[in-house]
């Protein structure tokens, strides 16, 4: 399976955000911080590789990729939107057509939540439990993502 940049993942899945009319909305930072987190965790359980190499760590919020979040720092929530990958770019990409279903599929279960019910639905999973502590912006390890997604993906 191909590996993109953090980066690429997040602008890949505002693509298919703004690509799917159910789910066009504009996406927050911490909402799409969030389910960077979970295309990660699932992509690990179903592939046994990360879709990203940069690390997520365990912050006050929920999970977090620190270059996406200085990447999109940059951005207000609505002018991120215009980083969105067009269909030529995500085809650049090189992923597996299966490695874009999971993208999709995530995105169908999660973003139906909030930003801050994804950020509460995180604080109730083992991997940022494990990792936080107050101040310390600690490593959810692909481990443990791998092993928490793993029996989801069974289901």
């Known amino acids: 399976m191909t590996t993109i940049s953090a980066v690429d993942t997040a602008k ?4 298919k955000l ?3 009319d159910e789910m066009a909305e504009y996406t927050s930072r911490l909402k799409l911080l969030k389910l960077l987190y979970y295309v990660q965790g699932y992509h690990l359980a179903m592939f046994g590789t990360p879709i990203f190499d940069e690390k997520i760590e365990a912050w006050l919020h929920g999970p977090v990729v620190p270059e996406v979040w200085k990447w999109a720092i940059n951005y207000g929530d609505e002018q ?7 269909k030529k770019q995500i085809d650049g990409l090189g992923l597996h057509p299966q490695q874009i279903k999971l993208v999709e599929e995530v995105l169908e279960i999660y973003n139906k939540y909030s930003a801050y019910g994804l950020r509460d639905k ?4 083992m991997p940022w439990l494990a990792a936080y502590e107050k ?4 490593e959810i390890t692909k481990d443990s993502l791998k092993d928490f ?6 289901k």
Do not use: C, G, R
């Open 135 to 138: 101040d310390k912006n600690n």
């Open 80 to 86: 991120m939107q215009s980083e969105a990958l067009d």
């Open 18 to 20: 703004k690509s799917d």
């Open 12 to 15: 890949l899945i505002l693509a």
């Open 149 to 154: 997604f793993a029996p989801l993906v069974e």
């Open 122 to 125: 995180t604080h109730t999973e």
